[in-house]
Nanobody
C-alpha cells in the first residue's frame, strides 16, 4: 500500500488558520482523486473535501467558504487550507488517495 505522509496539525484559536499537507508518491498521486476526511472524538470519520486530477473541488457544507483543497502536481502534495476555524473543526484529519490513508494529523481549535 502506498504511503501518505500528513503534516500541519496543531493547536489553534477560534478564528485562526492552519494548512495541512499530505505528501504522496507520483504513482498514487497522478490520476487519482485526493480526499481529506476528519474524525472527531466519539464520531464517525466524515468527508471534508475532494479534488480531482483536473482540479475540480467538492466540500462538505460545514466547511464551504472556509476550507480550500489544492494540489501541487510537481511536488505530489495535496493541501487543505483551513481558515476561520471553529471548535467543531477539532478532529484528526486524514488524507486519502485511491485505497491509501494517511496516519492522521490532530487539529485542535480552542474556544
Amino acid at each position: 500500500q502506498e504511503q501518505l505522509v500528513e503534516s500541519g496539525g496543531g493547536l489553534v484559536q477560534t478564528g485562526g488558520s492552519r494548512r495541512l499537507s499530505c505528501a504522496a508518491s507520483a504513482n498514487i498521486f497522478r490520476n487519482n482523486n485526493k480526499y481529506w476526511y476528519r474524525q472527531a472524538p466519539g464520531k464517525q470519520r466524515e468527508f471534508v473535501a475532494r479534488i480531482t486530477p483536473g482540479g475540480n473541488t467538492t466540500y462538505v457544507d460545514a466547511v464551504k467558504g472556509r476550507f480550500t483543497i489544492s494540489q501541487d502536481n510537481a511536488k505530489y502534495i495535496v493541501y487543505l487550507q483551513m481558515n476561520n476555524l471553529k471548535p467543531e473543526d477539532t478532529a484528526v484529519y486524514y488524507c486519502k488517495m485511491y485505497f491509501s490513508w494517511g496516519q492522521g494529523t490532530q487539529v485542535t481549535v480552542s474556544s
